[in-house]
């Protein structure tokens, strides 16, 4: 079975510049997850999705940070403009909610640097 | 708001000596989950606890989840250098939220 799914594995941009990431859940999935993993904050809950709805994006750190997740099968990550305190590594995960909570499966993880 | 505090941040520890991690919620969670990742990896689930007071059991690895369901553990016996990488406790109150992790470093 494939997994989550991110793309780019690796981005590397000027400041400024928009960056999209981009996160292809596990079919039958229906909650979206996004974390970005630091050294020094660890790993934040950025926003989740449950049937595609944003549920929680009180993670989000700013304005310059939008998610969106058209269907079941895709979601992005943006941010725009990009700054050099966003580089980090962020995660996507999926899970299947439902009456029991469910382990979240993460995706490979997007390695940003704004230079 | 929940708040998820885990310790300590590092171990070393020489090949076959224990280690362990501790959790610790400022509230009352409906259950834990534990995830592991390793270097230059993301995470991957472990198991997870429901139960006041269980304890289940991994080979060489114990978790257990307290009885006022406010901590955790996880235990290894006799390390190995394929233990190495973050261990993340996870508590679910509301959302999941994920302790700071503890970097687990094995000497051969």
């Known amino acids: 079975d494939a997994g989550v799914i991110q793309s780019p594995r690796h981005e590397v941009t000027e400041m400024g510049q928009e960056v999209t990431l981009r996160c292809k859940p596990i079919?039958?999935?229906?909650?979206l997850f996004w974390y970005r993993q630091t050294m020094m904050r660890g790993l934040e809950l950025l926003i989740y999705f449950n049937n595609n709805v944003p549920i929680d994006d009180s993670g989000m750190p700013e304005d310059r940070f939008s998610a969106k997740m058209p269907n079941a099968s895709f979601s992005t990550l943006k941010i725009q403009p990009s700054e050099p305190r966003d580089s980090a590594v962020y995660f996507c995960?999926?899970?299947?909610?439902?009456?029991?909570?469910?382990?979240?499966?993460f995706g490979d993880g997007t390695r940003l640097s704004i230079l | 708001g929940q708040q998820v505090m885990q310790i300590p941040q590092y171990q070393h520890v020489q090949e076959g000596e224990d280690f362990t991690t501790y959790c610790n919620s400022s509230?009352?969670?409906?259950?834990i989950q534990w995830y592991k990742q390793r270097p230059g990896g993301h995470p991957v689930f472990l198991i997870q606890l429901v139960k006041s007071g269980e304890v289940k059991k991994q080979k060489r690895l114990t978790f257990q989840f307290g009885e006022a369901k406010k901590n955790s553990s996880l235990h290894i016996t006799a390390t190995q250098t394929t233990d190495v990488g973050t261990y993340f406790c996870a508590g679910q109150g509301g959302k999941l939220i994920f302790g700071q992790g503890t970097e687990l470093s094995v000497k051969p």
């Open positions: 509230t009352t969670l409906s259950n």
């Open positions: 995960a999926s899970n299947r909610q439902g009456a029991s909570n469910q382990p979240q499966h």
């Open positions: 079919s039958g999935h229906n909650s």
